[in-house]
């Protein structure tokens, strides 16, 4: 059985180290991003139920696709239990999300995230949901915890627009990190203002984008229904994964090998350069859930 490759009811049977890492991240979420020997659970989760006819967002089944991500990744009976692994009641928690007005983290799935910070014991007042403007908000500002999510798309400057792009909004002139390709974000992650309190990755892979023309360029035609989340506390993995699967798409569209202009480098380099976590396949531990049709993986 590759480690790579796992099912829900593999991962059962493979034992516990999810659990441990839970633990271990807390403690010490320094530690999870620089010991590169480590290797990266991420889930990747679909339910086709998760999207209604017109690509209104099904609130509940995302709530389970959520709880069962939780629940495999720390290996825990509930989702309660696994939030309680990386949030305290004393945590200052900041949701980092999306607003690009296209394809925005879904207000959905962050509402769901706020409940179960706050089903931690953290008080409301000491949550934050932003995405720009976080350097001059003082949730943000005094964070002890992070939650980092927003959707997968491409995109002009970097390749794709992935987790660990999405911190890019935590420097004050975000365009002085556009050049070779955006290629040293994860420096970003090493700032003090965010450095070693990611506590989870959300990359929303609802209807990903996988083309685009110029800057914020969208279309419809170049997204389509993928009914996924990749869930997972390495965000590097969690865009390795994503990435994979903008790639296979691009290929199926275009009936030919499509690379990326600019190529996704920011996301090797993470790992190679930045030891921020894992992007090599064989460092990642995929366990992959739920529907199967067209997922590219």
Same mark, same amino acid.
């Given at each position: 059985?590759?480690?790579?490759?796992?099912? #829900?009811? =593999?991962?059962?049977?493979?034992?516990?180290?999810?659990?441990?890492?839970?633990? /271990?991240?807390?403690?010490?979420?320094?530690?999870?991003?620089?010991?590169? !020997?480590?290797?990266?659970?991420?889930?990747?989760?679909?339910? $086709?139920?998760?999207?209604?006819?017109?690509?209104?967002?099904? &609130?509940?089944?995302?709530?389970?696709? %959520? !709880?069962?991500?939780?629940?495999?990744?720390?290996?825990?009976?509930?989702?309660? &239990?696994?939030?309680?692994?990386?949030?305290?009641?004393?945590?200052?928690?900041?949701?980092?999300?999306?607003?690009?007005?296209?394809?925005?983290?879904?207000?959905? %799935?962050?509402?769901?995230?706020?409940?179960?910070v706050m089903d931690c014991g953290v008080a409301e007042e000491?949550?934050?949901?932003? +995405?720009?403007?976080?350097?001059?908000?003082?949730?943000?500002?005094?964070?002890?915890?992070?939650?980092?999510?927003?959707?997968? #798309? &491409?995109?002009?400057?970097?390749?794709?627009?992935?987790?660990?792009?999405?911190?890019?909004?935590?420097?004050?002139?975000?365009? +002085?990190?556009?050049? !070779?390709?955006?290629? !040293?974000?994860? *420096?970003?992650? $090493?700032?003090?203002?965010?450095?070693?309190?990611?506590?989870?990755?959300?990359?929303?892979?609802? &209807?990903?984008? /996988?083309?685009?023309?110029?800057?914020?360029? /969208?279309?419809?035609?170049?997204?389509?229904?993928?009914?996924?989340?990749?869930?997972?506390?390495?965000?590097?993995?969690?865009?390795?994964?994503?990435?994979?699967?903008?790639?296979? $798409?691009?290929? =199926?569209? /275009?009936?030919?090998?499509?690379?990326?202009?600019?190529?996704?480098?920011?996301? =090797?380099?993470?790992?190679?350069?930045?030891?921020?976590?894992? *992007?090599?396949?064989?460092?990642?531990? %995929?366990?992959?859930?739920?529907?199967? =049709?067209? #997922?590219?993986?």
């Amino acid at each position: 059985m590759s480690p790579k490759n796992l099912t #829900r009811r =593999e991962f059962i049977k493979t034992g516990s180290l999810a659990a441990a890492t839970g633990t /271990f991240l807390l403690n010490n979420p320094k530690s999870l991003f620089a010991l590169q !020997d480590e290797k990266s659970r991420v889930v990747l989760i679909r339910n $086709k139920n998760v999207l209604g006819e017109v690509g209104k967002i099904n &609130t509940e089944v995302l709530q389970q696709m %959520l !709880d069962e991500s939780m629940k495999v990744i720390f290996d825990t009976k509930d989702a309660s &239990t696994a939030w309680k692994k990386i949030i305290k009641p004393d945590d200052v928690v900041g949701i980092k999300t999306n607003v690009w007005n296209y394809l925005r983290t879904p207000p959905e %799935l962050e509402n769901i995230i706020k409940k179960s910070v706050m089903d931690c014991g953290v008080a409301e007042e000491k949550i934050g949901i932003k +995405d720009r403007g976080v350097l001059k908000d003082p949730i943000f500002q005094n964070a002890t915890a992070l939650i980092n999510s927003r959707p997968m #798309r &491409t995109h002009y400057w970097s390749g794709v627009g992935s987790l660990v792009k999405n911190y890019i909004m935590f420097v004050e002139k975000p365009s +002085d990190w556009h050049g !070779d390709s955006c290629a !040293d974000l994860a *420096a970003i992650w $090493k700032l003090p203002v965010v450095a070693n309190k990611t506590r989870l990755n959300v990359l929303v892979m609802l &209807t990903p984008q /996988f083309h685009n023309v110029g800057p914020h360029g /969208f279309s419809p035609e170049y997204v389509w229904k993928y009914y996924g989340l990749i869930v997972g506390v390495d965000p590097v993995a969690c865009d390795a994964v994503g990435l994979k699967i903008i790639e296979a $798409k691009r290929k =199926e569209y /275009f009936n030919e090998e499509k690379p990326l202009n600019p190529p996704a480098k920011h996301i =090797e380099l993470a790992d190679t350069r930045h030891l921020l976590g894992n *992007a090599d396949f064989r460092k990642i531990d %995929l366990i992959k859930i739920g529907f199967e =049709e067209g #997922r590219f993986i």
